[in-house]
């Protein structure tokens, strides 16, 4: 790992210049961080790269063409995935992706690309585009620097009242929204004999498990039970709002199934898996009745999990996966930022770049009681060089 003084970016067409107030650090960073990645073996990412794909910071400038509700000065976060190219004036008005796509000048082809993508034309799943750029990871540099140069038209703007303890955990809080959106809440509700909430078990007590909680109870669902292993973390979970929590170290998961039953009348109808554990898959199965849903959301990288195919098809379920996010889960996840309805996991704070392989470390090996870490790139550390001036204030650095 290098830090390196680099000239400032300059905001090119359709580009915004964001000065990066706080980059959380993820199990994905750490997987980057010992090339163990998937993308590395997939041969989509390759290094060098500047990682950081959790972020939040401020408008120092802007391109032409911006969006005209982008300001200089406005607190913004940034989604996750490009895909080759905005969507059709078609697809906008349909509502199935952005509100500001950027259309082509007299003359020039598309800002992205001159090619046309069904993922990204039609549905807007650009997870799904052969030639997408994912932050962070390949195709454009992450925040792990003091400024990023970002897609104008990818940017969300918080209000001044949402700190950025919160607003750096938008890209996980987005990940957890799609995951509760594939669960079918709203179908589930309005098919169930009363009104009353849908009740889910999530299964990991760690950051994704815990903004999978939040989500759950801003979408005035139930969350039955978080099945975890750290007494600390589950105590987090009845914080935000869990009505009971399992800890497996302690009680096992013997018991598990039958104590959910007895407390609830029957198992619920939705389990998210958000541990990324190998355990973790069978626990989840075993945490939902019959016909129910079952939504994976963890990674467990590349190891295999222990499970009867047999418990699958007798129960009748439905078993969905969910990767990072798509633009209807940013737009629901500012309105929820926007609203005061997300409280912050974030428990340790570094200061400054050259602290980022301790980043790496400590979340790799977490102390006691973190929850979640996050990396200040233009706080005062202890580099005296990083004081530089640049015309957008510290010279720009990157990590």
């Known amino acids: 790992v290098d830090v390196q003084h680099r000239p400032a970016h300059v905001c090119g067409r359709g580009e915004a210049l964001v000065k990066v107030s706080a980059v959380g650090v993820c199990a994905t960073d750490v997987e980057l961080y010992e090339g163990s990645m998937g993308y590395f073996t997939a041969g989509l990412a390759q290094l060098p790269l500047i990682p950081g794909h959790e972020w939040t910071g401020q408008i120092v400038a802007l391109g032409e063409d911006a969006p005209p509700h982008l300001a200089v000065g406005q607190r913004v976060v940034g989604e996750h995935a490009t895909g080759c190219q905005p969507a ?120 994704m498990g815990l903004l999978v909680v939040q989500v759950l109870r801003w979408k005035g669902a139930r969350v039955a039970c978080v099945i975890g292993a750290s007494a600390s973390r589950l105590a987090r979970a009845k914080e935000l709002g869990a009505e009971a929590v399992w800890n497996v170290a302690e009680q096992g998961t013997e018991g598990l199934w039958k104590a959910l039953e007895d407390e609830l009348g029957e198992l619920p109808p939705v389990a998210i898996e958000a541990a990324g554990h190998p355990s973790a898959m069978p626990t989840a199965l075993g945490c939902v009745r019959p016909s129910g849903r079952l939504v994976l959301l963890g990674l467990s990288g590349n190891q295999l999990s222990e499970i009867c195919m047999d418990d699958i098809v007798l129960k009748q379920l439905m078993v969905r996966g969910s990767l990072s996010s798509e633009p209807q889960d940013w737009r629901a996840v500012v309105q929820m930022l926007s609203s005061g309805a997300v409280q912050s996991i974030v428990t340790h704070t570094l200061r400054g770049l050259d602290k980022y392989v301790e980043a790496i470390e400590q979340v790799r090996k977490p102390p006691e009681g973190m929850l979640k870490l996050a990396l200040l790139p233009n706080a005062e550390s202890a580099d005296a060089d990083a004081e530089a001036e640049t015309p957008h204030g510290k010279r720009a650095r990157h990590a």
């Open 88 to 207: 059709p004036a078609a697809a906008v008005n349909n509502n199935s992706n952005y509100s500001n796509s950027l259309p082509a000048l007299p003359g020039t082809k598309p800002v992205f690309a001159n090619w046309n993508c069904r993922a990204c034309a039609i549905s807007g799943g650009f997870l799904r585009c052969p030639r997408r750029l994912e932050t962070g990871f390949f195709g454009r540099d992450g925040a792990f620097q003091t400024e990023i140069r970002f897609p104008s038209h990818q940017l969300h703007v918080l209000l001044e009242s949402v700190p950025w303890e919160v607003s750096v955990l938008a890209e996980p809080l987005a990940a957890a929204h799609k995951a509760v959106r594939l669960a079918g809440l709203e179908e589930l509700g309005s098919n169930a004999p009363t009104s009353s909430p849908v009740r889910v078990a999530v299964v990991g007590d760690g950051p």
